[in-house]
């Protein structure tokens, strides 16, 4: 049986910009021979089976998608039992406020530099933050679209990142599971 991947692609089909259709998408990467693709919303959530390694695999789709779609995305590829740790240590999952009010930045790699100082100045009282090498947990109850600390994310951490609201991480990890 392949290894199921939880693929997440930062920034498409937001602003208009890197439009990639996921009925599309599927088509494309059950034709290169991936297996059990599901997509989740169109914010670029996709789920799959594959033997490929996980630079091939990363390789493949980012190809796949350049060459049908034309632009090339960061593809963050995530197993299901690394998706289950990631919640497992969310140092706020006994929040009141949970689903979109928590959030998991997913790094690449672990981020090159992080000014605390600057995150810091930007939280507010009600926010809170936890910064791993593979993740950042951010708690904002007043919502990710308010908060000054979320807006300036990528001045305080350098790092390949993308996000997703706690909903959707559990989301995907149940889809995941009914894959596995």
């Known amino acids: 049986m392949s290894k ?12 208009g910009n890197n439009k990639l259709p996921m009925k599309d998408l599927t088509k494309v990467m059950l034709a290169a021979g991936l297996s059990d693709v599901k997509t989740y919303i ?3 959530n996709v789920l799959l089976g594959s033997d490929l390694d996980q630079a091939t695999l990363e390789k493949l789709m980012g190809d796949l998608v350049e060459t049908n779609f034309g632009f090339r995305p960061s593809i963050f590829l995530i ?6 740790k990631v919640l497992a ?14 959030h998991v930045f997913f790094f690449k790699a672990p981020p090159e530099k992080v000014h605390r100082d600057l995150l810091d100045s930007l939280k507010i009282d009600s926010e809170a933050y ?3 090498d593979e993740v950042m ?7 990710i679209g308010r908060s000054k ?5 990528a001045r305080a951490i350098k790092a390949d990142m993308t996000a997703r609201n706690l909903n959707t991480v559990e989301t995907l990890k149940d889809m995941a599971a009914t894959l596995s």
């Open 4 to 15: 199921i991947w939880i693929c997440l692609f930062r920034g498409i089909n937001v602003g």
């Open 42 to 44: 169109a914010s670029g």
């Open 79 to 84: 197993t299901l039992s690394h998706l289950e």
């Open 89 to 102: 240590e969310n140092p706020y999952r006994d929040r009141e406020h949970q689903g979109k009010a928590q």
């Open 130 to 132: 936890e910064i791993t």
């Open 137 to 143: 947990y951010l708690y904002a109850p007043e919502g």
């Open 149 to 153: 600390m979320a807006e300036k994310l």
